[in-house]
Structures are given as C-alpha cells and as structure tokens.
C-alpha cells in the first residue's frame, strides 16, 4: 500500500497536467455542443422544412458515426482536402460537433414537452415567435432538459479519452505514457480511472445544484419529481 | 367594432366556417353556444388570427384580418384571450404571467408593469397570490389570472373559449363573477360558453352555431323562451334538463 502511495506521488502531477487538457477539451466541447445544438434543435422545430432536413441530415451523421471514425476524418481525413487542424482544434471541433448533435435532439425533445399550446398563449397576447421562444418556451425547455443534458456531460466528459488517439496529452494520453515509463499499467489506470470519477461526480453535483436553483413548482424534472 | 362577412373556413375538406356574417358592437356581450364542433371556438379565433380563414372579409377595430400584410402581432396585443385550459407560463408567478407582455410588448418599465399586474390581480380577486406559482393555484385561480394577464395588456375585445369548460363545479362561480364585473364595466366581449347563467344575466346577445353555421341569433330572453329553429331549440332542452 505504502508502495502504491509513493507511485501515487509520483505520477500524480504528470496525471493533474492531462486532467487539465482533459476539462478543457470537456468544457469546450459541451459550450461548441450547446452553441451549435440549440440553434440546430430550434431549425429543427420551427425552421422551413427544407432547412429541417438540412438539420436532420447533420444529427443523424453525427449520431449514426463513432466518435473515433469522426475524430479520424477530421483530423487525418479533412487535410486531404485542404483544411488541416492542429491535434487540440480537431479535438474541441469534433467532440464539439458531436455533442451538438446529441444536445440538438435533447433540447428538441424539451421544447416539444413545452407543447404548442405556450405558443399560442403568448402569440395571443401579441408576442412575436422570437419573443415567445425567448420568454415561453426555451426556460421552460432548459429546465426539461436538465437530465438529458446532465447524462450528455457526463458522456463527454468520458469520451474526451478518445483524443489521446490523435496524440493529445489528455489524461488519458499522460496515463498511456506515465503506465508504459514505469510499467504499472494496473495502478496507472485505477488512479486514471478515479481521477474521471471525481470529475464526473464533481460536474454532476454543480449541475444538480444549478438545477436546484432554477427549480419551479409544477416543473420539476421527472428524475425529482418522482423522488 | 368586430365585423364578419362571408367568412368562410375549412380544415382539408372539413367546412368548419359556413358563410358567417356578424357584427359586433363596442361594449357589447355575446356568448356563442352550440353543440361540439358546431365551430364556435374556431369562429372566436378567427377573432384574432389564431385561426386563419380562407374566404370573406373580417375587421376587428377597423383592422382587415382577411389582408395578408395585417400585422397580426400589433392586433393580438389588443385583443384578450382565455382559453379553455388556461395556458399560463408555470415557470413564472402569478405576477410575471401578467407582468410579461406589458414588459415585452408595450415596453413598459417593470416596476410599472408590476404595479399594473398588482391592480389587475386585485381585480381578479388575487391580490395575495401574486408570488404563487400556476401549479400552486387552484383551477379557478389559474382563470382568473389568465384573465388578468389578459386585462393588462388593456384590451379592447376579450375573446373567452370555454373559461369554465375545465373547472371544478364550485369555481366555477369565481371566473363568471369576474367575467359579469368585466361585461358590466363595458367590455366588448365574445364568450363561448355553455354557462346559461351568464348568458341570462349579461349577454346583450345569444348566437347559435351548428355544422360551421350561424343558425340563429337573438337577446338571451328570446333565444332561451322561444328558439326560431328545431335545431336550437332541440340544443337548449338539452343543455337546460341535464
């Protein structure tokens, strides 16, 4: 144990450097996801039909792929046609897009529960479409959406271990080099695999704590209200 | 102040709207009765475009709803609207519900808009539930702030879809009384409703719809003693020995 606890010392801060890389990739990839998905799930709600097949079509490629395929054709597959990303860029751009496509299906599921029945009742008291969306429907949504987007950060948050593929020093790369150096894979991953837990388990309580404060009588998540 | 001609409307093939022409009075009261898909509902939203039309002519305040270029949003923000169901924001309070538009639509201050929501809360008879919640409200309360929330945009037409459709028998009382204090204070008001009562006691006029058309129009003492047509007078010894 004594042992396993100077180990622990030992590689923990070559560890913490990939756990940096491995949040920010995590963070950037959930705002990319939420800045592409949210626009993409309102076009796929209210956009022309046309445009809603535009959108259709991006979701399904991006959930009907894995994630390494993706992360491969950006990043080995893209240069050939002239757009040349560096490891990070293709990291962020593909998890990001990715979750974007994830989120854009569990914010069009949340604003399909707010009902077109909201809708109406703000267009009749002379709201625009924009104004009803802004104030009516998307509060509503975002507390809808609370569970599917907490499962969606966790879900990243895990698959960002998936660009130590492409040679980003991520956790998950720093494991692969720290594990092969000293030749503990066992120990080098349980301390790998407990660092995610923490970070996952940490995320997940901010989230719950967020959703706590915006919680509402009558628009509780189904996960509480059936507590 | 309300003005029909020739409107006609159909869902696909379904004829909802036959050929309706009304006219409807500043300050007048008019409850709209008939069976279940007679097209009562569809006729008061046509009133303010939730529902679009295909043939005739309809002006609200002077306004052509049949012209394509009407700015609907501008008309809607003058016309009050309850619904069966009452529709209220349950993420908001009692207060924002009414406060919203104001805010959003008349760019009033939100200190002004609050002041407002207060008075017409008070109006409604909720002036201590201002802070509560949709769901925390019972279905009687939840009417009458929707009709508060309509009142605050100050509206020259309220347009009310089977208010007391959804309420329990005993709150029933509270949303008319509103209503009754509302027709009496000179509102121009269209009401679909079954509520007998109300008609009696405030409707300048009774219209009975069936199959999308208006089959018989007259003052509530006479359409309820002595109806015109088979069709009507069948419809109210229903609604009256039930």
């Known amino acids: 144990m004594n042992e396993f606890f100077i180990f622990f010392q030992t590689i923990i801060p070559e560890l913490l450097q990939g756990t940096r890389v491995t949040l920010k ?25 046309w445009l809603q097949l535009i959108v259709t079509g991006y979701i399904n490629i991006f959930r009907g792929t894995p994630l390494l395929v993706q992360l ?22 593909t998890l990001g897009l990715n979750s974007s496509a994830y989120q854009a299906e569990y914010f069009r599921g949340a604003i399909q529960s707010v009902g077109e029945k909201q809708m109406v009742a ?25 569970p599917s987007w907490s499962n969606e950060m966790i879900s990243i948050i895990k698959y960002t271990a998936v660009v ?45 704590y967020v959703g706590k404060r915006f919680e509402t009588p009558g628009l509780e998540s189904m996960e509480t209200a059936t507590r | 102040m309300i003005k029909f001609k020739g409107v006609n409307k159909w869902f696909g093939k379904l004829h909802v709207l036959r050929d309706i022409d009304l006219h409807v009075s500043p300050g007048e009261v008019v409850v709209v009765c008939g069976p279940s898909g007679s097209g009562k509902s569809t006729l008061i939203r046509c009133i303010n475009r939730l529902e679009k039309f295909q043939k005739g002519e309809l ?19 003058e016309i009050g609207f309850v619904f069966q169901q009452f529709h209220l924001y349950p993420h908001m309070t009692a207060l924002q519900n009414v406060a919203l538009a104001p805010i959003n639509v008349r760019k009033m201050k939100r200190a002004d808009a609050e002041a407002l929501a207060h008075e017409k809360l008070a109006r409604v008879g909720l002036a201590d539930k201002a802070d509560a919640h949709p769901t925390q409200l019972s279905g009687g309360q939840q009417q009458r702030v929707a009709i508060a929330r309509g009142l605050a945009m100050s509206p020259k037409i309220m347009l009310f879809d089977e208010p007391t459709s959804a309420l329990d028998p005993e709150m029933i009382g509270e949303v008319l009384d509103v209503m ?30 069936d199959e999308g058309s208006l089959v018989e129009t007259g003052k509530p003492h006479d359409f309820f003693a002595n109806p015109q047509t088979d069709r009507a007078a069948q419809f109210i010894s229903k609604i009256l020995t039930h």
Request: net charge positive; with cysteine; charged share 15%.
């Open chain 1, 72 to 93: 491969f054709v950006v990043y080995y597959g893209l240069p050939d046609l002239g757009l040349t990303f560096s490891r990070l860029t293709a990291a962020y751009l």
């Open chain 1, 122 to 146: 703000a267009r009749a008291i002379g709201m625009s479409r924009f104004k009803a969306i802004r104030y009516i429907i998307l509060p509503q949504a975002f507390r809808l959406v609370m």
């Open chain 2, 59 to 77: 002006f609200v305040d002077g306004t052509p709803l049949h012209d394509h270029s009407t700015n609907l949003t501008k008309l809607r923000a």
């Open chain 1, 164 to 208: 130590f593929l492409i040679a980003v020093p991520d956790l998950m790369g720093k494991a692969k080099m720290v594990s092969s150096r000293y030749f503990a894979p066992i120990s080098t991953y349980i301390i790998v695999a407990l660092i995610y837990l923490v970070i996952v388990g940490l995320a997940t309580l901010i989230l719950r």
């Open chain 1, 25 to 49: 990739i995590a963070g950037g990839a959930l705002f990319i996801g939420f800045a592409v998905g949210l626009p993409t799930a309102l076009i796929r709600v209210y956009g022309s039909p």
């Open chain 2, 180 to 209: 009754v204090k509302l027709a009496s204070e000179g509102m121009t008001m269209c009401v679909v409703t079954h509520e007998m009562g109300f008609a009696r006691q405030v409707a300048h006029r009774v219209i009975f719809m």
